[in-house]
């Protein structure tokens, strides 16, 4: 079977982004590129900073509520019915919840042949990039470094804390066969 999906998880600035670029760029065939923050952004602004829905606290902390899980679940679901429907599609995502996170997407993607990449970064790096963006809450790199990994299983691990993005997604390519 060929891979149908990829998906990266790992936690804020950790490089998942970058490495997805970089597999565009690489991968012979056309991939559709999906990420939880364009999820979040996409949310109405009454569904941010609501117990519902999802809050940034100002150490790092992130919570969702059931308006955001359900929304997750109509949009994990809306991917798997493009790659379905035979996009190929590379999700950057966070795994808050870690193996759970993991779960719920494996039900929406039953029957897909998907390549799952932990995408690790040492804290301490992380939270430098993070204060370079700039368009995150300070401390949430450090708080999701290792939280999103818990219990996780993967195909494939890389780890961008000294390796560039175009060597980690040269990594994942060659994954793919």
Known sequence: MTTQMIILNGGSSSGKS???RCLQALLPDPWLAFGCDSFVDAMPASL???DGGITFTADGTVSVGAEFRALETAWTEGIAAMARAGARVIVDDVFLGGAASQRR???ALGGLDVL???VRCESAVAAGR???RGDRVRGMAASQADVV???VVYDLEVDT???ESLVC???VAARLG
């Open 48 to 50: 941010q900073a609501k």
């Open 105 to 107: 997407w494996q039900k």
């Open 169 to 171: 997604a040269e990594a």
């Open 161 to 163: 804390t000294h390796t």
């Open 149 to 151: 990994h818990e219990g």
């Open 18 to 20: 970058g490495i997805v």
């Open 116 to 118: 799952w990449v932990g």
């Open 130 to 132: 993070e204060v370079a």
